[in-house]
T-cell receptor, first 112, second 115 residues
Framework: GNSVTQMEGPVTLSEEAFLTINCTYT??????LFWYVQYPGEGLQLLLK?????DKGSNKGFEATYRKETTSFHLEKGSVQVSDSAVYFC???????????FGAGTTVTVRA | NAGVMQNPRHLVRRRGQEARLRCSPM?????VYWYRQLPEEGLKFMVY????????ESGMPKERFSAEFPKEGPSILRIQQVVRGDSAAYFC?????????????FGSGTRLTVV
């Protein structure tokens, strides 16, 4: 079955630091990959996605590249802000499937 | 545009009581999904509904849990005779079509605490 493994947190950074959250996956076919973000007290929001190998998803300064050879989809941001403090979830779905499989989430705190 | 609306935001129930969680999808969305987030875990799929139909309930516990999405009104997730292990955040999501590749819109969740 499908599964997602995320880097464990919590992660604490200073403003303008570089952020990487590792995500690897196991899937039987060619899944679509997602990063969701959950700000305090809110629901999950789609941050970015990639639907095939070598695709790069990007949004709000965050990037992640679909690496089929390493089954990874690591999230990166070059310069974080306090407002990036949130829980980040890596997720996947089989092509044309409605179910998402999520990682356990990584809590990121950015200090001024 | 109103997003996916869930209520209540927080719900406290004593063991043995019933919990009813409500989810109003985004306007124009006819597909609803429920997920559960246990402490320290990622979200787990529970059930997928369309209007008046349960499409997939493979993630739902076999006993005490039920879900519906009537022709009129919100989707309801019902948990009967709650136990402490039911304490979790329950998220609802909606979509126009069943397109997992494109993700869908989540509500803010209902945090259930069983005391």
């Amino acid at each position: 079955g499908n599964s997602v493994t995320q880097m464990e947190g919590p992660v604490t950074l200073s403003e303008e630091a570089f952020l990487t959250i590792n995500c690897t996956y196991t899937a039987t076919g060619y899944p679509s990959l997602f990063w969701y973000v959950q700000y305090p007290g809110e629901g999950l929001q789609l941050l970015l996605k990639a639907t095939k190998a070598d695709d790069k998803g990007s949004n709000k300064g965050f990037e992640a590249t679909y690496r089929k050879e390493t089954t990874s989809f690591h999230l990166e941001k070059g310069s974080v802000q306090v407002s990036d403090s949130a829980v980040y979830f890596c997720a996947l779905s089989d092509r044309d499937d409605y179910k998402l499989s999520f990682g356990a989430g990584t809590t990121v705190t950015v200090r001024a | 545009n109103a997003g996916v609306m869930q209520n209540p935001r927080h719900l406290v129930r004593r063991r043995g009581q019933e919990a009813r969680l409500r989810c109003s999808p985004m306007k124009g969305h006819s597909h609803v999904y429920w997920y559960r987030q246990l402490p320290e875990e990622g979200l787990k799929f529970m059930v997928y509904l369309q209007k008046e139909n349960i499409i997939d309930e493979s993630g739902m516990p076999k006993e005490r849990f039920s879900a519906e999405f009537p022709k009129e009104g919100p989707s309801i997730l019902r948990i009967q005779q709650v136990v402490r292990g039911d304490s979790a955040a329950y998220f609802c999501a909606s979509s126009q079509e069943s397109q997992g590749n494109y993700g869908y819109t989540f509500g803010s969740g209902t945090r259930l605490t069983v005391v």
